[in-house]
C-alpha cells in the first residue's frame, strides 16, 4: 500500500486494488468501508502509524522540506521555520554570539526571515542591521536573551529579546534550566 501525505495529518492510502482512501490519522478515521460501517481500526490506519513510525512518511503537523539551515531534505513543522530536529533550537539552548563571543539564551526560533524582520529601534532589517552582513538573508530569525546580565532573579520572559539570524549563532550542547 502506497502511502501520500496530504497535510494536517491526512494521507491518501492506495490499496492494492488501486483504490484509494483517505487516512486521518489525528482523528483515527479512514474512509474505506471496512472504517465506516464497523467503525474499526483498519490496515489503511495502521498502514499509516507504521509509516509514520519508520521515518518514510511525515508525522501530522510535518512535512517534507529541505532544511533552511542545512539544507537536508527532512521534516520540518508545517507551520513554522523550516528548520530540520538536528538544528531546532529550543527554548532555553545556549548558543555563543559569533561576533562577539557573548553566550546568549534562545527565547524563540521563529518562522521569520532575516531579511523581513525589522528591528525598529535600528530602522532597520535583521539582514541589513551592521553586524549581520554576511550572514544569509533568508535565515530564519531567532530571538535571544541574556540571562547573565542585569536582574540575575528576571526570567526569561521578562528579559528584553534581541533578534539573531540563525546563522550568527553557534549553539552549544547546553540549556539553561528554569
Ligand atoms: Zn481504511
Ligand atoms: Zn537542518
Redesign the pocket.
Known sequence: MAVRPVGEGRYVVESQSGAE?L?DLPNSD?S?P??EIRGEH????RRVAIEVTERRVPAPGMTAADCAICGHESFVPESGPAVCADCWLERGDLATDRETGDTVVVYRLTDERADERYIDAADTTVADYPKNDGYPRADPVVEVVYPFSGDAEADLDERPRYAFPYSRLAPRDQMIVE
Do not use: E, G, M, S
Open positions: 482512501y487516512v479512514c474505506c471496512d472504517h483498519c490496515k489503511h490506519i
